[in-house]
Structures are given as structure tokens and as C-alpha cells.
């Protein structure tokens, strides 16, 4: 029982918490966050302390909710609200609703959760708020992101993350920034904040940078679930519904992204009739919404490429042609060398991994790719494809020095060996000294 209900609070945790903070903060006020985020956290350890011994109650989310309600009202009751007219309505909210033991079950009271949270994610995504704090303090708030899984997702220190914080908490504070829905061009630039953030925590969870998995479902469907909150509401936009057509895809694909050992696969080698049949749909539906308007963002350009692997029936059929023209145009909007990147596997299924080689040459003295494990990678791909078995194992070598997961550096250990393999001993044991990798 110890586990399972650990499991489950940390389930609720993932997918409640950002609901519960931001109802909380609708009845104490956005001045209080700080105060909201610790009723509950202190719900979610009473959870961890009570369930394993009690049991799991019936309705484990209103037993968090009122649990993290009354250790608010507790916080007013000793006085920790100095704004009286703040601590009166939120007192009396609190005791309007204390008889209603499963009102987060309610109807009306869901619909409420989601106005609530999507008032909170555009409220983290202010535009006085600094660009980096909004997506951190909305990956904390909304995500139930800690401080280290949003320092690992930015490639930055932990320290650093919880400053961006409290400045971000602090200034919302100081400028009174409300909780409600924006209008106008503050909405647009609170969206295009509101959709980094979301897509970061899909990337996280995709491919984990770091860690045992390759990827972490939960958080791919928190992010998909956060995108299609913004897409059902009065603010979507095309852009809104490209962002959660290409998720949708990329996350009908989590099944089989590692098989039943956890080692990586491929997408060429993939099962795809093990694909989410649904979550392919629910993207061809966004997929259509997204096209309205004339509007050409990075998310519909992306979402393409997704819709060209997602209706190829086969790794054969798929239409590179099409894939590298959408990739140069992706490059032309977002002159990224990690698009760069992406556009050479293209670049390689078309013309040929010579003239591969030659644009990654390019890419080789990009700083940004330096410690990018896929550079090497990419290239050690390319070298094994043109049958230069002794340069390819020294790019897959190099890549293995990099940062990445537990599964992708197996992945990249076994095509490591498919090299040396065909190398002479004397080769392997003047350049590859390595006890790690067992040569």
C-alpha cells in the first residue's frame, strides 16, 4: 500500500497541483502564491504521511483539495494575511464551501478549476515578467514542476532557476498583477510565452536529457493537456491548435519509442500500427484547425513534418521530399543550429549522405552544439551509412562523453560496437582505452 499510494499522490501531484495553487490563489489573491503553493505542498506530504496507513480515500483529489483549502484558512486564521479585506473573502469562501465534501467532483466546480488555471498560466506569462521567468514560474505553478526539473529542462543551475522565482513571485507582488484574462496584444504576447512554456515541458518529457528513462509520459500529457486547456478556450488561436497537433503526433509515438526493455528505437524502425490511433486523430483534427488563417508560425511548421511521419503508412513512404522543404522553411523562420541539425537527416534521405556530411561540417563550430550529444551522433549515423566504420566510431565515441539518457547512450554504445566491430584489434586498442565501454 506504502507505494501505491506514494504512486498516487505523486500522480496527483502531477496532474492537480497546478489546479490546486491556482484556485487558491483565486480566493487569497496573487499576492499570496507563495502562500497557495505551501497549503499545498502541505496537503500533498499529509497525503504521503496518512494514505499508507489510513488508506486512499474515495475521492483522493477532494480530499487534497480541502486539505490544502483549510491549511489556507488556517495561514488567515493566525494571521498570516495582513490584507484584512483579502483574509475576509477569502474566510468566507472557504466557509461557504467546507460542507460540500466532494465539491471538486462537481460539474460547475471543474469548470471553475479550468478557468482558474488558465487565468494563472496567463498570469505567470505576464510581459513584465522577464521571458525566462514566465515559462519557469509556469512550468512551477502550472506544470508541478520542481526547482531541479525546471533547471535541468533550461540546461541551467538550480540557483539560478529559484532566483528567476522569487524575483518573478516578488514583482508580481509588487506590481499587482491580476489574475485574470488579458485582452488585446497583452494576450498575444502572454499566449506566445504561455505556448514556450508548454512546449518545454512536452520536450522534457519526451526525451528526458538525463535519467534511467528516455522518456516520462506524465509530463507529455500534462503538456498536452495545458495546450488543448488554451485550444477549448476563447483564446485559442491557430497557432494554439498547431502547438497541440504537433504534441498529439510526437506523443501517439511514446509506446513505442522504447521497447520492452527500455532501449530506444528509432522512428524508422518503429511499430506503427502500435502507434496511439487516438491521439493521431486528435492531431489531424488540430492539424485542420491550425490551417485557418494566414498565419505560418514555427508550431505549424513543425506540425507538418509530424503529419508527414504520422500519414506515412511506412518508414518507406514517407515523403522526405516534402519533410526537407518544411525543414528549410523551419530554418528560414528559426535560424536555429538545432533545426540545422534536423534538416540534415532530411538533407541525407534526399541527396545523399555526402552532401549530408558536407552542411554538418558547417554545424561543427556552432558553440551551441558543442556539448549536444546529437551532433556526433548525427554524424557517426552518416559515416556508419557511407561505410567509414573507423570515423564513425569516433564520433559515436565522442558523443558518448556528452550528457544524455541512460537508453541513448545504450542506443549509442550499439552502434559503437556495429563499427568496431569490422575494426582491426590493434585500431581499437591504440585509440579507445575506455573500461566504461567494455572495449
Given at each position: 500500500?506504502?507505494?501505491?499510494?506514494?504512486?498516487?499522490?505523486?500522480?496527483?501531484?502531477?496532474?492537480?497541483?497546478?489546479?490546486?495553487?491556482?484556485?487558491?490563489?483565486?480566493?487569497?489573491?496573487?499576492?499570496?502564491?507563495?502562500?497557495?503553493?505551501?497549503?499545498?505542498?502541505?496537503?500533498l506530504?499529509?497525503?504521503?504521511?496518512?494514505?499508507?496507513?489510513?488508506?486512499?480515500?474515495?475521492?483522493?483529489?477532494?480530499w487534497?483539495?480541502?486539505?490544502?483549502?483549510?491549511?489556507?484558512?488556517?495561514?488567515?486564521?493566525?494571521?498570516?494575511?495582513?490584507?484584512?479585506?483579502?483574509?475576509?473573502?477569502?474566510?468566507?469562501?472557504?466557509?461557504?464551501?467546507?460542507?460540500?465534501?466532494?465539491?471538486?467532483?462537481?460539474?460547475?466546480?471543474?469548470?471553475?478549476?479550468?478557468?482558474?488555471?488558465?487565468?494563472?498560466?496567463?498570469?505567470?506569462?505576464?510581459?513584465?515578467?522577464?521571458?525566462?521567468?514566465?515559462?519557469?514560474?509556469s512550468?512551477?505553478?502550472?506544470?508541478?514542476?520542481?526547482?531541479?526539473?525546471?533547471?535541468?529542462?533550461?540546461?541551467?543551475?538550480?540557483?539560478?532557476?529559484?532566483?528567476?522565482?522569487?524575483?518573478?513571485?516578488?514583482?508580481?507582488?509588487?506590481?499587482?498583477i491580476?489574475f485574470e484574462?488579458?485582452?488585446?496584444?497583452?494576450?498575444?504576447?502572454?499566449?506566445?510565452?504561455?505556448?514556450?512554456?508548454?512546449?518545454?515541458?512536452?520536450?522534457?518529457?519526451?526525451?528526458?536529457?538525463?535519467?534511467?528513462?528516455?522518456?516520462?509520459?506524465?509530463?507529455?500529457?500534462?503538456?498536452?493537456?495545458?495546450?488543448?486547456?488554451?485550444?477549448?478556450?476563447?483564446?485559442?488561436?491557430?497557432?494554439v491548435?498547431a502547438?497541440?497537433?504537433?504534441?498529439?503526433?510526437?506523443?501517439?509515438?511514446?509506446?513505442?519509442?522504447?521497447?520492452?526493455?527500455?532501449?530506444?528505437?528509432?522512428?524508422?524502425?518503429?511499430?506503427?500500427?502500435?502507434?496511439?490511433?487516438?491521439?493521431?486523430?486528435?492531431?489531424?483534427?488540430?492539424?485542420?484547425?491550425?490551417?485557418?488563417?494566414?498565419?505560418?508560425?514555427?508550431?505549424?511548421?513543425?506540425?507538418?513534418?509530424?503529419?508527414?511521419?504520422?500519414?506515412?503508412?511506412?518508414?518507406?513512404?514517407?515523403?522526405?521530399?516534402?519533410?526537407?522543404?518544411?525543414?528549410?522553411?523551419?530554418?528560414?523562420?528559426?535560424?536555429s543550429?538545432?533545426?540545422?541539425?534536423?534538416?540534415?537527416?532530411?538533407?541525407?534521405?534526399?541527396?545523399?549522405?555526402?552532401?549530408?556530411?558536407?552542411?554538418?561540417?558547417?554545424?561543427?563550430?556552432?558553440?551551441?552544439?558543442?556539448?549536444?550529444?546529437?551532433?556526433?551522433?548525427?554524424?557517426?549515423?552518416?559515416?556508419?551509412?557511407?561505410?567509414n566504420?573507423?570515423?564513425?566510431?569516433?564520433?559515436?565515441?565522442?558523443?558518448?562523453?556528452?550528457?544524455c539518457?541512460?537508453?541513448?547512450?545504450?542506443?549509442?554504445?550499439?552502434?559503437?560496437a556495429?563499427?568496431t566491430?569490422?575494426?582491426?584489434?590493434?585500431?581499437?586498442?591504440?585509440?579507445?582505452?575506455?573500461?566504461?565501454?567494455?572495449?
Open positions: 500500500m506504502t507505494n501505491a499510494a506514494a504512486a498516487l499522490v505523486d500522480h496527483l501531484f502531477r496532474n492537480r497541483a497546478g489546479q490546486m495553487v491556482a484556485y487558491l490563489t483565486r480566493l487569497l489573491g496573487p499576492q499570496y502564491l507563495d502562500l497557495a503553493e505551501e497549503a499545498v505542498q502541505e496537503a506530504s499529509k497525503a504521503l504521511q496518512i494514505w499508507p496507513y489510513s488508506g486512499v480515500p474515495a475521492h483522493p483529489s477532494g487534497l483539495f480541502r486539505v490544502a483549502r483549510n491549511a489556507a484558512l488556517d495561514a488567515v486564521r493566525h494571521g498570516m494575511l495582513v490584507d484584512q479585506k483579502t483574509a475576509s473573502l477569502a474566510a468566507s469562501e472557504v466557509a461557504r464551501m467546507a460542507s460540500s465534501a466532494d465539491l471538486p467532483g462537481e460539474v460547475e466546480f471543474e469548470e471553475q478549476l479550468r478557468d482558474d488555471e488558465l487565468r494563472m498560466l496567463l498570469m505567470c506569462c505576464h510581459p513584465a515578467l522577464p521571458r525566462g521567468a514566465r515559462v519557469a514560474l512550468l512551477k505553478t502550472i506544470g508541478g514542476f520542481s526547482t531541479r526539473e525546471i533547471a535541468r529542462a533550461f540546461l541551467s543551475e538550480e540557483s539560478a532557476i529559484a532566483q528567476k522565482l522569487v524575483r518573478a513571485k516578488r514583482q508580481i507582488r509588487s506590481e499587482c491580476a484574462l488579458p485582452k488585446g496584444d497583452e494576450l498575444t504576447l502572454r499566449l506566445d510565452s504561455a505556448l514556450e512554456a508548454i512546449y518545454l515541458i512536452f520536450n522534457e518529457g519526451y526525451a528526458a536529457q538525463t535519467g534511467e528513462n528516455l522518456t516520462r509520459q506524465e509530463l507529455c500529457g500534462e503538456a498536452l493537456r495545458l495546450a488543448t486547456l488554451l485550444a477549448a478556450s476563447s483564446v485559442a488561436t491557430p497557432e491548435h502547438l497541440v497537433a504537433l504534441m498529439a503526433f510526437q506523443a501517439a509515438r511514446l509506446p513505442v519509442r522504447v521497447d520492452s526493455q527500455g532501449e530506444l528505437v528509432l522512428l524508422e524502425d518503429q511499430d506503427r500500427n502500435a502507434w496511439d490511433a487516438r491521439l493521431v486523430a486528435v492531431g489531424f483534427h488540430h492539424f485542420a484547425l491550425c490551417a485557418e488563417g494566414p498565419q505560418l508560425s514555427t508550431y505549424h511548421l513543425q506540425a507538418a513534418i509530424a503529419a508527414a511521419h504520422a500519414g506515412a503508412r511506412s518508414a518507406a513512404e514517407t515523403d522526405w521530399r516534402m519533410i526537407l522543404e518544411l525543414y528549410t522553411q523551419l530554418l528560414q523562420q528559426c535560424p543550429p538545432v533545426v540545422a541539425l534536423n534538416r540534415i537527416v532530411a538533407v541525407a534521405k534526399v541527396n545523399g549522405t555526402e552532401q549530408a556530411l558536407s552542411e554538418l561540417n558547417a554545424l561543427a563550430s556552432e558553440d551551441s552544439l558543442r556539448n549536444y550529444y546529437l551532433l556526433p551522433a548525427v554524424e557517426g549515423s552518416l559515416l556508419l551509412e557511407a561505410g566504420h573507423p570515423a564513425a566510431a569516433e564520433s559515436f565515441h565522442r558523443a558518448l562523453q556528452l550528457r539518457s541512460e537508453p541513448e547512450k545504450r542506443f549509442l554504445e550499439r552502434k559503437l556495429q563499427c566491430d569490422s575494426l582491426p584489434i590493434a585500431h581499437l586498442e591504440s585509440r579507445y582505452q575506455d573500461p566504461l565501454l567494455g572495449l
